[in-house]
């Protein structure tokens, strides 16, 4: 793909990086699949010493990036190679060892605290924690250096280029759209808060085989991907060719099971159908997290919530779960598809789950931005919490405490997720301008779309920043109007 | 465990050439295990980067080693540290990078036609390539030097220090012993050649069940410890608290899945017992290749194929395998302990498997001394098998095609199969001066041999050569005597 020396030579000396970071995925999937618990110290150390010696091979293309950035008539992959290298050296090169480390103590050190402080519902056990944390990522932010607000120099990290005037275009707009879409909903009661499923057992086997047939339906190759079962669903790739999805299995409330399948399998497809070219190279990825989340949404949300991909699905779950017996196509789609105002981000629905996003961007961007103090979290949570969804949390474990980000120093990632969704509205809007959507799922033909999604994005990979690559397919960028539309669509006609 | 600064600076430089292998060590794990099958090229690609990463680390302590060996008073774990870093920078510094490349081109090309040759039995097919790797081989040998025989080199990479004087020694009286036992055993009839229970076909999810029974009753941790599937069982260690095996289920025969998983586990028992102030050091390993199989030997036929092993065993036999119930314990017993003079090595029993081997070392000798042309091997192999088991191969994929060894280049390491045999007589007849073993399998105490093997060899790791290991456990070194002697009593009591 490269025809510039320059460019050639730092792919060429990537090799033994991408090497790195294929075995730290594999080390990565074993620990939540098949490790043995008691080999987390090893694990850890392995882990470390591969990041050591990445960070130490990275250093080295510094000066060649440099050099190369220079050079003019580069190609489209060449300019995106070198982009993604800046990107990734920036933090290597601003960030200090002792910050590193810093960050690396604090956030093991906090994650375990978190845990207790969790169990127990007692924010002040973590708040020294998280008040360290708060003031080592405000460092991290002066050191990154940005225009603006420090939490841009955060967000860059997870979502390249997003700041928070991006971000209040999202989210100002949205959280009304919503909120008017939500009482709507409420008020009709079409989509129940509710649906005697929930509570149905179901045996771990039988479940197994409906998401085997579920990857059948979505064509999930057989030679280069597989599933497995993990606590925590989550997607890996070791290579393009090698793609792994893990799902989950409590027992009981089958759609969970269901749709952490799909939208894993969205994640993997968009990894999955790269340009093979790209193998060996950090472009073998998506754009950013918020285009990754785009996919795993669309498929998860758009596609697999949608009354059409319900009916092909419905024979796989009448022939493997018994007690679906008693129900009909229109019982599934309402049970996977109830709409109930809750206190936890991962057991929202579609039409909640932002309210959840925008509460914690607003909260961290005053966090970082010295706004709001930590011992203040808790009861500005609270009070954000009954305005946006209606109910207020009884304790910090169904509030402030819930999420394992905040304790690790992931801190401006979760508007990602919201990005997702909003840029999946995008794509439905989008993609409805070659097919009818709904009528592709009817006929099965779910190929058609992994095909649009490959030309259009996937075949990509990370050549492109998530900036211009939504330019490129949409002529805009983070349009919230289109999940609205989408939402309006599906929930109120 | 250093207090020499010398050794500790390498043992600190160590850390991440420990932390590739212990990468390279799960990457090989998933290869045979869960990775999906169309990503052998990227995989191809991640182990080959990480070794030579390994290879560019290594050379940077050709120097400090050199240096740190004339400084006096070492104890013996730097002794050992040196011992094995100077054995291993050996191969990198003395082999040319053309010839470790030329071995892989050969090894792997070799290995793709040896498996058509070997399904169409056409030996001409295989015969360029083998004779190409002999020729590489030998130039492997002198690169690396040799006293003697340049076949000695070729074995020291598995056996260190084991030459052909020592192995004659083995060999020589070992098989006239051998072949005197098994024409008493023919003629007795008491252990028959073939057993009804062969061919019955089994449950794989009881069989299972059985061998999660086994690892109980062999009380292996459950904390660091894992066992899967594979086609070739195997057993891996990331960490002395991360080891894994893996069993076969061919769905009859189901002593081939008993015996893998016991076998299989002694290697896992020598790795597990590591004193854990070697992790992170080479020396958390076994001794030897020999040494390792010798672990593996003792634990499948001198514990696991014992009367008081089956006893233990066979209620769960019963409990788990319904055609077992018409069987009693020294049905068992024989179908566990039948001689069959066979063709194929893998396939054979306890009694004869040693044949199958010094025909391989004998051969091997020859070929690397050049007293053999390839071409010659078919005939000679057919007649040395008619001369030591007393049958003929009818054609090549029976004969000399029917392992993948030397495709690969593994020449030298056939020997140590037989070496951990030998070693194992010795363990049986030392073991006995400590306990009855029969008693304390019969009661059940398998920690209690566990416990010895720790003491006496375990803990060590590597830090004694196998000689010094054998001198300093038995006075003596490869002495076949005590097989000969433990396989006269099972056999011919």
Same mark, same amino acid.
């Given at each position: ?243 792994? #999805?893990?799902? +989950? $299995? /409590?027992? @009981? ?8 399948? !799909?939208? =894993? ?91 959840? #996003?925008?509460? +914690? $961007? /607003?909260? @961290? ?8 103090? !930590?011992? =203040? ?94 330019? +490129?397919?949409?002529? @805009? ?10 939402? =309006? ?5």
């Amino acid at each position: 793909m490269s025809t510039n020396p320059a460019v050639a030579e730092i792919v060429a000396k990537y090799k033994p990086i991408w090497a790195i970071d294929s075995a730290s995925a594999l080390l990565g999937w074993d620990m939540e699949t098949y490790m043995p618990p008691g080999s987390s110290e090893p694990r850890g150390f392995t882990t470390g010493q591969l990041q050591l010696m990445k960070q130490e091979l990275m250093m080295k293309l510094v000066d060649p990036v440099a050099k190369a950035e220079k050079t003019t008539g580069l190609n489209d992959f060449e300019k995106g190679f070198l982009r993604i290298m800046k990107h990734d050296l920036n933090y290597f090169t601003k960030i200090p060892p002792k910050l590193i480390e810093d960050l690396a103590k604090v956030g093991t050190e906090g994650t375990v605290v978190w845990r207790e402080a969790r169990k127990k519902s007692d924010f002040n056990m973590f708040k020294p924690y998280l008040e360290k944390m708060v003031e080592l990522k405000r460092q991290e932010a002066e050191k990154l250096g940005y225009v603006g607000h420090p939490y841009n120099a955060l967000m860059d990290r997870f979502e390249e280029g997003f700041t928070i005037s991006d971000a209040d275009k999202v989210f100002t707009p949205l959280a009304p759209s919503l909120k008017s879409i939500l009482s709507k909903v409420l008020a009709a009661g079409k989509f129940p808060a509710t649906h005697p499923l929930e509570s149905v057992k179901y045996d771990e086997a039988a479940m197994i085989r409906v998401n085997q047939a579920i990857l059948k339906l979505l064509d999930m190759p057989e030679k280069t991907f597989r599933m497995d079962v993990s606590t925590h669903p989550f997607t890996t790739g070791m290579a393009i060719d090698d793609v792994r #999805i893990t799902t +989950r $299995y /409590e027992g @009981e409330d089958f759609k969970a099971s269901v749709y952490s399948t !799909v939208h =894993e399998s969205g994640h993997a497809i968009y990894q999955l159908q790269a340009d093979p070219a790209l193998e060996y190279t950090p472009l073998a990825n998506g754009a950013s997290l918020g285009m990754h989340e785009s996919q795993s949404r669309f498929w998860e949300n758009i596609v697999g919530r949608s009354r059409e991909f319900i009916k092909l699905l419905f024979p796989t779950l009448k022939g493997n779960l018994s007690f679906v017996a008693k129900y009909n196509e229109e019982d599934m789609y309402r049970y996977f598809n109830s709409v109930k105002p809750s206190l936890i981000r991962v057991e929202a629905d579609e039409l909640t789950y932002n309210f959840h #996003i925008i509460l +914690r $961007y /607003e909260l @961290e961007k005053k966090m970082i931005g010295g706004d709001i103090e !930590v011992s =203040e979290l808790p009861s500005v949570w609270n009070d954000m919490m009954e305005r946006y969804v209606g109910i207020r949390p009884e304790n910090d474990a169904q509030g402030v405490l819930q999420d394992v980000h905040w304790s690790g120093g992931l801190i401006g990632y979760f508007a990602t997720y919201s990005l997702g969704n909003v840029i999946g509205g995008m794509f439905y809007n989008r993609i409805e301008q070659d097919m009818n959507l709904k009528d592709t799922i009817a006929k099965g033909e779910l190929g058609k779309i992994k095909g649009w999604l490959k030309e259009h994005l996937h075949k990509y990979g990370a050549v492109y920043s998530p900036k211009e690559m939504q330019t +490129r397919l949409f002529g @805009e960028q983070y349009n919230p109007k289109w999940l609205v539309s989408y939402l =309006e669509e599906k929930y109120l006609a």
